[in-house]
């Protein structure tokens, strides 16, 4: 089986616990304002690549990951190519590695009776899930990444009701995630699940600008700066507890 990639990162140290390979999935249909991969949006862009070519790649590197590391599969939107996902994933605990997904959930089902037994095989070979949740609050979901964030509300639940363990991760936002009510609203949702085991607040940056310069884009969020460590040490201490960053 293919499935077209963007690039690899060899020695990825933000990405999930410990060293990580890590592999850029191409194709998202997310069109989030602050997103820094915007050259991984076109799902025909990229390179063509079989699952076993990933492996042996990744495995070069092996000795790295040392107890807690492995392989980070993130994108673009990685659950966009499931069957390739899956098959990636498989051959990778064959070999004894550590599974990592980065996913904001888009092409997950939000309805409970939908089928979802591609994303149950999936979840089999997988160790752990980075689950970005955008922003609480449906409407400004909508308005920041072009779509409902139904789809990872709905996953978050169903990673609790599978026993799946997740990291959440919140981009903050200076006007447009970092409302202290909003804010409490994710964090009153987390209180549902049963399988959160850490909540990282990423501080919003501008890194990514020269990517949309490239490409021809208009960047949507000119003007608006990271925020400021107050705002940051009020959103950690607002989603995150114990060990949570």
């Given at each position: ?220 969020l000119k003007g608006v700066c990271p925020p400021e460590r107050e705002r940051i040490r009020n959103a950690r ?9």
């Amino acid at each position: 089986m293919t499935g077209r990639i963007h690039s690899y990162e060899s020695f990825g140290t933000v990405d999930g616990p410990g060293i990580r390979f890590v592999v850029f999935f191409q194709g998202c249909p997310m069109r989030c304002k602050y997103c820094h991969n915007p050259d991984t949006w076109n799902a025909s862009g990229g390179r063509e690549v079989t699952a076993e070519e990933v492996v042996k790649e990744a495995l070069k590197y092996k000795s790295y990951f040392g107890i807690k590391g492995g392989v980070t599969a993130t994108g673009g939107e990685p659950m966009l190519q499931l069957p390739f996902l899956t098959e990636l994933f498989t051959l990778l605990k064959a070999k004894g590695v550590h599974t990592c997904l980065d996913t904001s959930a888009a092409t997950f089902p939000a309805d409970p009776a939908a089928d979802r037994s591609a994303f149950d095989a999936l979840l089999k070979v997988t160790d752990l899930v980075l689950l970005d949740i955008k922003h609480i609050d449906e409407d400004a979901h909508r308005a920041l990444t072009g779509m409902t964030g139904a789809h990872a509300r709905a996953f978050a639940e169903y990673l609790s009701e599978q026993g799946k363990p997740m990291w959440i991760r919140h981009v903050l936002v200076p006007g447009i995630t970092d409302d202290d009510g909003a804010l409490h609203r994710l964090r009153a949702f987390l209180d549902t699940l049963k399988t959160v085991e850490k909540v990282e607040v990423l501080p919003y940056h501008t890194l990514g600008v020269s990517k949309y310069d490239a490409l021809g884009i208009d960047y949507p969020l000119k003007g608006v700066c990271p925020p400021e460590r107050e705002r940051i040490r009020n959103a950690r201490s607002i989603l995150c507890k114990g060990g949570e960053t």
